[in-house]
């Protein structure tokens, strides 16, 4: 079933919609740890989950055996991450037509971050340049199996933040307006990138829909689990971290325990935000 139905189902019901996105693990133990875990997880009952595909394709075979154990031995709803980095458009179909055969009908389509030692994404040949043309290639190959996902950022993406740390009112207008067309072209969900600033989040979806984006954009909620992985993350994605959020995890960012309950208190804190705005739909 799409991820899409799932949620204009429970807008009918009134009901709210989560779901939780999992890395594949470097090592065949980690990978047994991440099904434990799942299935633990997966009694809470949430609308789907979604598994990431490593930079540069690095994870493609496991994140293709994990999206299958997935939906259909854990038989949770699965929505697998797909990258255009490395990938030809063989490959692409390739994991397409698999994940196909194994039932699943969700995918989120991502341009995909440089693999690892390159600073920028470069175009491979006879591969796509960015999360568009996947959409399109999906759309005009697929018809409408695939339920299509898309990023949204509500800084704007990282690569066009600068160093100052805020994209300029013309950029982040830019990056609006290429969101509007990954939507036109056929996605029919928006999950966004990882947010600290749930004011800025909200800002975000009214200026998607004054552009008249009317599909669900569903916020990407990464709970802090430890300060230094809070740290790597967050530099990584250029993210705006409000001031109060610093000044308590100063106080505390040697205290791993604490930095975790803090983590889950804020999380939980941004979720009633979002939730009393109207927004019932939540990605963690």
């Excluded at 939980?268 to 705005?277: P, Q, V, Y």
């Amino acid at each position: 079933m799409k991820v899409i139905e799932k949620i204009q189902e429970s807008v009918k019901d009134d009901r709210v919609v989560f779901s939780f996105e999992f890395f594949p693990p470097k090592t065949e133990d980690g990978v047994d740890n991440l099904f434990e875990r799942m299935e633990r997880m997966v009694s809470h009952n949430p609308s789907f989950c979604d598994i990431t595909w490593g930079a540069g394709g690095s994870t493609a075979d496991l994140t293709l055996e994990i999206s299958n154990r997935m939906q259909n031995m854990v038989c949770v709803e699965t929505m697998m991450h797909l990258t255009c980095t490395n990938m030809p458009v063989e490959k692409i179909d390739n994991a397409l037509e698999t994940i196909k055969s194994n039932g699943i009908q969700n995918v989120l389509a991502l341009r995909g971050d440089p693999p690892h030692g390159q600073d920028k994404f470069v175009q491979v040949e006879g591969g796509f340049a960015c999360a568009l043309d996947l959409v399109k290639h999906m759309r005009a190959k697929y018809g409408d199996y695939f339920g299509i996902t898309v990023a949204g950022y509500p800084e704007a993406h990282p690569d066009v933040i600068p160093a100052t740390g805020l994209a300029t009112l013309e950029t982040y207008e830019n990056e609006l307006a290429y969101l509007k067309q990954k939507v036109d072209a056929g996605a029919d969900l928006i999950v966004t990138q990882l947010f600290y600033d749930t004011d800025n989040f909200l800002k975000f979806v009214s200026d998607c829909r004054q552009i008249g984006i009317t599909c669900p954009i569903v916020p990407g909620i990464m709970p802090i689990n430890n300060y230094k992985g809070f740290l790597r993350m967050t530099g990584f994605c250029k993210t705006r971290i409000p001031a109060e959020i610093t000044a308590a995890l100063e106080l505390i960012k040697d205290n791993e325990e604490a930095v975790k309950a803090y983590g889950i208190h804020l999380g939980t804190e941004m979720c009633k935000k979002i939730m009393a705005s109207g927004i019932k739909t939540l990605h963690l």
